[in-house]
């Protein structure tokens, strides 16, 4: 028997086309697990530490990637109404990137 998922990932039209490729090459290939971590629980993921954002981006979170001594980050809010649940990924980026990023997507 599967796993379920809990939650819908949807990523932001620019993840895809901006951040993804500006990644190191395994941590593209990583995505999909960071996916799949996301819907199964975004606030009490054990398998990747994330944290509450605060300031402009408040009730937001951020998955805490290290990849060779770099710090990524996977930003991105939960919605759990209206139905399906979900996950909005808004950015994916080295540490400051991912934030700034994240702000200037937030609205849109």
């Given at each position: 028997?599967?796993?379920?998922?809990?939650?819908?990932?949807?990523?932001h039209q620019?993840?895809?086309?901006?951040?993804?490729?500006?990644l190191?090459?395994?941590?593209?290939?990583?995505?999909?697990?960071y996916?799949?971590?996301?819907?199964?629980?975004?606030?009490?993921?054990?398998?990747?530490?994330?944290?509450?954002?605060?300031?402009?981006?408040?009730?937001?979170?951020a998955l805490?990637?290290?990849w060779?001594?770099?710090?990524?980050?996977?930003v991105?809010?939960?919605?759990?109404?209206?139905a399906?649940?979900?996950?909005v990924?808004?950015?994916?980026?080295e540490?400051?990137?991912?934030?700034?990023?994240?702000?200037a997507?937030?609205?849109?």
């Amino acid at each position: 028997m599967g796993t379920k998922i809990r939650y819908v990932v949807q990523l932001h039209q620019e993840v895809t086309q901006q951040d993804v490729l500006d990644l190191p090459l395994s941590l593209r290939r990583d995505l999909s697990r960071y996916q799949q971590v996301l819907s199964l629980d975004p606030v009490k993921s054990r398998a990747v530490p994330n944290h509450k954002l605060k300031g402009e981006l408040s009730g937001y979170r951020a998955l805490e990637i290290d990849w060779n001594g770099v710090a990524y980050r996977l930003v991105y809010r939960i919605y759990d109404s209206p139905a399906p649940r979900r996950v909005v990924v808004l950015s994916f980026a080295e540490h400051d990137p991912a934030y700034e990023r994240a702000i200037a997507r937030k609205d849109s």
